[in-house]
């Protein structure tokens, strides 16, 4: 079972790097999207692998369970309407962050590799710094997390 909760945050990300320590080790994964002072949905995936051309930049991060006794690199992916960014952007927005680019694609986004041992901070402060660079909205300094932990 999938327990799903959304929470809200500025600038204490207390609460937000608390429920990322939650899913860790591949107990869940955690959705962020900025806040935006338009009325205007998250971008989707539809069924065709595709995302929705209007909405909101959304940054996912997925944890991995250990396999044969290794931890496992988590994901860490980012639907926007931008196309493919290419690698000297990918590594400006990444601001030192050591995340491999998995896939960087025209219209299924950006996969980034989360090594094993990177602080939630760090992967936070990704998401945030990405999703509000790659709005196609006005953001607010705030943000939506949803985490999902598996029970």
Known sequence: MTIRRALHFSEDWTEALAAMELI???????????DVYDD???????????????GVVMASYITVVE???ERQPSSLGLLHTRGKLGRERIALMLAGAPFPIRLDHSQRGLVLEVPVDTSAKQVL??????TTALCDYEAKDSWRMDVFTRE
């Open 40 to 54: 205007v949905p998250d971008l989707r995936v539809n069924f065709l692998g595709l995302w929705s051309n209007r």
């Open 67 to 69: 396999r044969h006794g």
């Open 24 to 34: 860790a080790e591949g107990r869940g994964w955690c959705n962020v999207v900025p």
């Open 125 to 130: 402060d990704v998401m945030c710094s990405m």
